[in-house]
């Protein structure tokens, strides 16, 4: 059974980096599409953007500016930068395995982690 | 304001049926199939249902996806209070470029 936790610092200060990092356990990295998803509180999921296993990206482009993926494939583990953040950054953040059949969905998620940006 | 629409609530007795709708357009759900997510906060949301209509291995056949034109559905029956979470949409907006999701819809079983 493949798992994703997701780890990082729950606080950031506004205009800095929020940087996360997920891990997969129970399955390899390799051969597949990872994402981060979040979710700001009281509101719903916001695709972030994917990151292949091979280094290639694809990113949300209403955020396209601000993020970088990367993914570490020996430690099966990829990451999540999102610059110049502000309070509008503050949410719950999943990583997820991207799979795609007529569209993307996505078949496991990590329980995400709650990131704050405040001073 | 979510790109796709759901309802922000259902709710329905236990051994019941429901059904959660999920309206989008022609570029997102008009031409591009939708899956399903169920979600406790605090835990990983579940996927349910993908290609419109397609369980994971695991997901009882209580779930069931369905799509007319630019809206889908999902529908649960033999309602139980363990159904009870979150419920979200979702699919490739081909003219935003993007994955888009509903709002989502909190399921109550009374």
């Known amino acids: 059974q493949v798992q994703l936790q997701e780890s990082g610092p729950g606080l950031v200060k506004p205009s800095e980096t929020l940087s996360l990092t997920c891990t997969v356990s129970?399955?390899?990295?390799?051969?597949?599409?990872w994402s981060w998803i979040r979710q700001p509180p009281g509101k719903g999921l916001e695709w972030i953007g994917y990151i292949y296993y091979s280094g290639s990206a694809n990113y949300n482009p209403s955020l396209k500016s601000r993020v970088t993926m990367s993914v570490d494939t020996s430690k099966n583990q990829f990451s999540l930068k999102l610059s110049s953040v502000t309070a509008a950054d503050t949410a719950v953040y999943f990583c997820?395995?991207?799979?795609?059949?007529?569209?993307?969905?996505?078949?496991?998620w990590g329980q995400g982690t709650l990131v704050t940006v405040s001073s | 304001q979510s790109v796709l629409t759901q309802p922000p609530s259902v709710s329905a007795a236990p051994g019941q049926k429901v059904t959660i709708s999920c309206s989008g357009s022609s570029s997102n759900i008009g031409n591009n199939y939708v899956s399903w997510y169920q979600h406790l906060p605090g835990t990983a949301p579940k996927l349910l249902i993908y290609?419109?209509?397609k369980r994971p291995s695991g997901i009882p056949d209580r779930f069931s996806g369905s799509k007319s034109g630019t809206s889908a559905t999902l529908g649960i029956t033999g309602l139980q209070t363990g159904d009870e979470a979150d419920y979200y949409c979702?699919?490739?907006?081909?003219?935003?470029?993007?994955?888009?999701f509903g709002g989502g819809t909190k399921l109550t079983v009374l």
């Open positions: 129970g399955g390899s990295i390799s051969s597949y599409y």
């Open positions: 997820a395995r991207q799979r795609y059949s007529g569209s993307y969905y996505f078949d496991y």
């Open positions: 979702g699919t490739w907006d081909s003219s935003l470029t993007t994955v888009v």
């Open positions: 290609d419109n209509n």
